[in-house]
């Protein structure tokens, strides 16, 4: 068995979110615990953007910086080159894929940067290689990379079958026949804990600075659990445990253990003398008080500073006062929308918006800095329930705020509902937008406009903080109108 082979990952990034992406780093640790170690990236992150391409993106943080979402920043660190490459960035890879001759390529892909990468790609078709691709929006879409330079076409986790397809190559044999390579079926959930730590050393060091509350920071990922038991129309989790429960009767949501999240989070700390760490969890507080404190003992160790998420529904006092004292700088939490009803019908959240409130001020009273986030332009959506996310958000009394205009991804629910509704054809595949483009959905009267909800993205933060300066000027509090009759989505 051929343990030399050459192994490329590319990672089509050209939007300035520089945090490294946790699948590349475990894929690589996967790989070189089993014996692979030649095995280098190619980061378009750090390259000038593709003016040409339409789905190119620039900085997203400095795009919610200048809607007042949260503080500006420069890219300047004392002792640390942040600058970007001068060199165009195709004309950089096919060097690299010329000269450096590798035997696979690895590509994880998004839907947003689907055009991106196939951009990439075109520029290699002249040369050979062994072509694998996977990620998210490969699993729900496979065939439309069925016409790409895609030679194993990945659903689902890579961890298990990307380490036996490379057995398979350096023998010089095929591996279509193994489980999780379209259109074969899945294979079961793996275990969490018996994966290595993430390999942030494949990226180049720069990759691990972003800018958090008007600074540059060094900071590195960790996961404390894998998918999300919550069902959440615009996101994938829901179809994830669909997916994994339908065709290999496992659960797709699984926890680490504290000591293998431990076990990472030293690695971290050692190799990478690493500020600040950012706990990616969708929903960190889905634990009972026991496991939760099982972890803040393991964690008062390190203290080391760290901003995570949850739900407004989960967190409780204790938990607040705990983060608080290992170091949290910030909470941010998903509220998602105004309207009770709303939620219920069309994103399948279910609480009302006192819960979310009281969530706010429970981090307040334990010194916690906050943000909460908004999703804008729904199916469904009239401008009335928009004002009414304006609303709530104008009692939260939180620091900062992410607002988004809303994404028919693929594999989510929402997206579903938006073709069978109308709102979009079912071909469309999801770029990355600029700021001053607008919703994919065209949606009739009543319902939100494309201009409506440009406007409302574009003024949600001076809504909301005026709404805000208003309440507190009478010191009032105002009850929160909902919507009485239920949402008919579809």
């Known amino acids: 068995m051929n343990k030399d082979l050459k192994i490329l990952f590319l990672y089509p990034n050209q939007h300035m979110r520089v945090t490294p992406p946790g699948g590349i780093a475990i894929l690589s640790a996967v790989i070189k615990r089993h014996g692979y170690t030649n095995v280098k ?4 992150t750090w390259y000038p953007l593709d003016t040409e391409l339409d789905t190119a993106h620039e900085d997203r943080d400095k795009v919610r910086s200048r809607k007042g979402m949260f503080p500006d920043y420069k ?11 001068t060199e165009n960035m195709y004309v950089a890879w096919k060097r690299m894929v010329s000269e450096w001759k590798p035997d696979v390529i690895i590509s994880s892909i998004v839907e947003d940067t689907y055009y991106l990468w196939k951009k990439f790609m075109d520029e290699v078709t002249d040369l050979e290689f062994i072509s694998f691709c996977g990620g998210p929006f490969v699993t729900y879409a496979p065939q439309i990379f069925e016409k790409d330079r895609c030679d194993y076409i990945l659903r689902g986790e890579g961890d298990e079958v990307i380490p036996e397809l490379l057995d398979l190559i350096s023998e010089g044999k095929d591996g279509h026949h193994l489980p999780n390579v379209h259109p074969n079926p899945m294979r079961p959930a793996i275990d969490v804990n018996t994966l290595p730590s993430t390999d942030h050393t494949i990226f180049p060091d720069k990759a691990l600075y972003r800018p958090f509350q008007g600074k540059i920071i060094k900071i590195a990922t960790v996961e404390t659990q894998r998918g999300c038991p919550f069902k959440c129309k615009f996101c994938n989790s829901p179809s994830n445990a669909g997916l994994y429960k339908e065709e290999t009767d496992s659960l797709f949501f699984r926890h680490r253990t504290v000591e293998h999240q431990e076990m990472e989070i030293i690695d971290l700390i050692e190799k990478h003398d690493i500020e600040v760490l950012w706990i990616v969890t969708d929903t960190f507080l889905t634990m009972s008080t026991r496991k939760f404190d099982a972890w803040a003992e393991m964690y008062s160790k390190y203290k080391l500073p760290f901003f995570t998420q949850t739900r407004p ?14 170091g949290c700088l910030k909470l941010n939490m998903g509220v998602e929308h105004g309207d009770p009803q709303f939620r219920k019908d069309v994103i399948g959240r279910i609480y009302q918006n006192e819960k979310a409130i009281n969530a706010f001020k429970i981090a307040n009273d334990a010194g916690l800095s906050t943000t909460c986030n908004f999703i804008i332009g729904y199916p469904y959506e009239t401008k009335e329930h928009c004002m009414q996310s304006v609303e709530l958000a104008a009692h939260l009394n939180c620091n900062d ?12 629910p929402m997206r579903d509902m938006c073709v069978e509704a109308g709102f979009i054809d079912d071909s469309l595949i999801a770029e990355m937008r600029y700021d001053n483009q607008d919703s994919y959905l065209k949606m009739p009267a009543p319902y939100m406009s494309t201009e409506d909800i440009r406007y409302m993205y574009n003024n949600f933060v001076r809504l909301f903080r005026a709404r805000e300066k208003e309440l507190q000027s009478t010191s009032s509090f105002v009850k929160i109108e909902t919507t009485t009759e239920p949402i008919h989505a579809g």
């Open 313 to 326: 529904e989960l967190l409780t006092p204790h938990q607040a006062k705990t983060l608080k004292e290992l």
């Open 41 to 44: 990236l190619f980061d378009a």
């Open 401 to 412: 705020i992410n607002a988004f205009i809303y994404t028919p991804y693929h594999g989510t």
């Open 75 to 85: 890219w300047e660190k004392e002792g640390v080159d942040l600058t970007v490459e």
